[in-house]
């Protein structure tokens, strides 16, 4: 399984972003998908979720009502709809998933960090003040 995340760049603060993460290589169609972020000298933290059914979305408080995670099922690919975005969401971002089939707990459960099974390669998000 492969996973490819794109759509990073420079943008002034204020600004939008959309990042994209595609998968390819896994036989289940359904994996539960979170962005992860770290910015230099920190930890890796946790952004946005996705389950396996689609069903639950989670947010850090810090991005709250400013990202949204969405999923387009015929491709395979989760996006990160970044609006109003901050110096401070300066960082790499990087998607991470887990396969999440009908009756599995990913289904209906998001994932901490550590169980993700496969992570993308990061996309630098830069923003200016």
């Known amino acids: 399984v492969q996973l490819q995340a794109s759509g990073g760049g420079l943008v002034q603060a204020g600004g939008s972003l959309r990042l994209s993460c595609a998968r390819s290589?896994?036989?289940?169609?359904?994996?539960?998908t979170g962005w992860y972020r770290q910015a230099p000298g920190k930890q890796r933290e946790l952004v946005a979720s996705?389950?396996?059914?689609?069903?639950?979305?989670k947010y850090a408080d810090y991005v709250k009502g400013r990202f949204t995670i969405s999923r387009e099922e015929p491709s395979n690919t989760v996006y990160l709809h970044m609006n109003e975005v901050k110096p401070e969401d300066t960082a790499v971002y990087y998607c991470?998933?887990?396969?999440?089939?009908?009756?599995?707990?990913?289904?209906?459960?998001?994932?901490?960090?550590?169980?993700?099974?496969?992570w993308g390669q990061g996309t630098q998000v830069t923003v200016s003040s």
């Open positions: 290589g896994s036989m289940f169609s359904l994996h539960a």
């Open positions: 996705i389950t396996g059914n689609g069903d639950s979305r």
């Open positions: 991470a998933s887990v396969e999440a089939p009908y009756g599995s707990y990913y289904y209906n459960n998001p994932p901490t960090m550590n169980e993700y099974t496969y």
